[in-house]
């Protein structure tokens, strides 16, 4: 069995519109890429790839996978998917289970999870403590400054 993480549209909806539940376990035939198989993530960051926080709302399950597994990795997006052929929702993440587990992240998987997780102010502000980097990331992810990694320069 490989622990992962599944985002879902609100409701535990797949994107075919399939409802899935907790403690329950889904079953197919293959695993075949991008045609078939049960997607999951080992980080939470990358489910955000595949729903975006700030397009719709969505939650994130703790999951299992098992029978066939099949793991790829998606060069351009750097993200690692997982594929089974059997997937058990163990749980759905609470808001603050997710908040404690982005702070633990490094700079770049945070960059991954605040490009698609809305954070409330409060929110913010406990990731801006961690130091100025962070509250960069911060300000363009979250409050839309886009212009916050630009380099300004004096004409002379």
Do not use: W
């Not at 098992?66 to 690692?80: A, C, L, V």
């Not at 960069?136 to 990694?149: A, H, M, P, S, V």
């Amino acid at each position: 069995m490989i622990k992962g993480y599944k985002a879902y549209k609100k409701g535990l909806i797949n994107q075919f519109g399939e409802q899935h539940e907790v403690g329950h376990t889904y079953k197919t035939d293959s695993v075949q890429y991008e045609k078939s198989g049960f997607y999951f993530c080992p980080d939470l960051e990358d489910t955000l790839r595949f729903y975006d926080g700030f397009k719709e709302q969505i939650d994130i399950a703790i999951v299992e996978g098992s029978g066939e597994t099949r793991e790829f990795f998606d060069e351009y997006n750097e993200t690692t998917s997982i594929a089974a052929t059997e997937l058990h929702v163990l749980s759905i993440m609470t808001r603050e289970e997710i908040i404690s587990y982005a702070l633990k992240l490094n700079e770049m998987r945070l960059k991954k999870f605040l490009a698609g997780f809305p954070l409330t102010e409060e929110e913010m502000v406990l990731f801006e403590r961690k130091g100025p980097f962070y509250k960069q990331l911060i300000d363009y992810f979250q409050r839309g400054k886009k212009d916050t990694f630009e380099t300004h320069t004096k004409k002379r």
